[in-house]
């Protein structure tokens, strides 16, 4: 009698360890693997929670499937007017490395913006928008099992005689919408959709875009794989009015990209070094304004492709930071050099009033 409940208590101390334990692995998140859905939105709970100063989330659309997408909203409060970066991943499936590269890529400004005075400035001007999976559905699907894990597109049912299920979501926007490199066939991978923006997430992400036009300065979308920067137009008759700009921008990114792991990436519009695309979502922001507006895609060059194993996402996503940040201090430092000379300028001004005033006084 006696044994049984001292072995009763051992298992309940047990289990209550067990439980502290598990607790811990939710704060210490494995960046090193692939998560479903449910991890990353709990994932994305946990940023909100741990820094309530710095980082809240909004929701701004829902997907087919009725799914709540939202965005993390990171950055100092400010009583100066700010600019903003916009940042997606997984609006394609299968392209799992991404939502791991925008979840890396909130860890490390959150764990660097105290210490390192270039993030803490970049957080004092900028609000960054990021959604780890824009493709939720997508993404769910691709995690259903072994047969479905190089889903691409979204999963709403196809219009009149077409069963097929899914538009390209990244062929959808309002972007020279049907023109080149699309299919009409809803069956294949490459659907552009019955008409632009028949897609709700395309939508939301469309209105949020718009809706903050004036205040985004950088638009990234993070794809896989081939290792590029690609730079608009995606529709090879348009050009950006600065592309000579954006080519020279990449190639920086590029160069810091290679001085992580030796890895090359290439840059060029999707004509010049993939194909031709209209509907894109690099596309649309480009032409609504937003000056700097990249896409990139990850390792590898077709070696694993979408199957990309979880011991390269540690170094695909520290050298796609490294590329990201360059893109980004780049934008930063051009957007605000002036107000930095400003401040300089006040504090002279301050000081040599405070000596005149303190000269005056004695
Ligand atoms: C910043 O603003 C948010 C939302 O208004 C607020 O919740 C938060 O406490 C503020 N943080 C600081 C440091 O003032
Ligand atoms: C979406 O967000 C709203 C508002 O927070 C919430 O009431 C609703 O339950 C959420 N829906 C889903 C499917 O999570
Ligand atoms: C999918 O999983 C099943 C069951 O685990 C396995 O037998 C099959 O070989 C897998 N197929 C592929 C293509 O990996
Ligand atoms: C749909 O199928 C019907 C019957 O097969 C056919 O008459 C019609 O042309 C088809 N519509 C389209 C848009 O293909
Ligand atoms: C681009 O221009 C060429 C020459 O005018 C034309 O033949 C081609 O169809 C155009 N491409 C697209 C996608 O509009
Ligand atoms: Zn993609």
Not at 261 to 287: E, I
Request: charged share 15%; proline share 5%.
């Amino acid at each position: 009698m006696k044994g049984s409940v001292i072995l009763v208590l051992v298992v309940l101390a047990l289990v209550a360890q067990d439980r502290l334990a598990g607790g811990q692995e939710n704060k210490l998140y494995d960046y090193t693997k692939y998560h479903t859905m449910d991890e990353i939105s709990g994932w994305m709970n946990q940023m909100e929670r741990e820094n309530p100063a710095i980082v809240s989330s909004m929701i701004y659309g829902q997907t087919y499937e009725n799914r709540n997408m939202t965005l993390l909203k990171i950055g100092s409060n400010s009583t100066t007017p700010k600019k903003a970066v916009w940042m997606d991943c997984g609006i394609h499936a299968r392209e799992w490395i991404t939502p791991a590269f925008c979840q890396h890529f909130v860890k490390e400004i959150l764990g660097s913006y105290q210490t390192d005075p270039k993030v803490n400035m970049l957080f004092k001007n900028l609000d960054f928008f990021i959604t780890p999976v824009l493709n939720m559905d997508g993404y769910i699907y691709s995690w259903k099992d072994n047969t479905t894990r190089l889903w691409r597109k979204s999963r709403s049912p196809g219009t009149g005689n077409c069963t097929c299920i899914g538009t390209d979501l990244n062929r959808n926007f309002n972007a020279n919408w049907g023109m080149v490199g699309i299919s009409r066939n809803c069956c294949s991978t490459l659907y552009n959709g019955p008409t632009p923006l028949s897609e709700p997430e395309a939508q939301a992400v469309t209105d949020f875009l718009e809706a903050h036009q004036n205040q985004l300065l950088c638009y990234l979308t993070i794809h896989s794989y081939g290792q590029l920067i690609l730079v608009p137009y995606g529709h090879p008759n348009i050009s950006a009015p600065n592309y000579d700009e954006l080519m020279e921008v990449g190639l920086t990114a590029v160069n810091a990209i290679k001085a992580v792991h030796g890895k090359s990436y290439k840059v060029g519009t999707p004509p010049d070094v993939l194909y031709a695309v209209s509907g894109s979502t690099m596309d649309f922001a480009r032409l609504i304004g937003i000056p700097y507006s990249f896409a990139f895609e990850l390792r590898d060059k077709g070696h694993c492709g979408f199957l990309l194993p979880e011991d390269q996402i540690q170094p695909t996503c520290e050298e796609a930071y490294q590329g990201a940040m360059s893109i980004i201090n780049y934008v930063h430092d051009k957007n605000f050099r002036g107000s930095a000379i400003a401040v300089t300028a006040t504090l002279w001004t301050t000081l040599v009033a405070s000596w005149i005033s303190s000269a005056n006084v004695f």
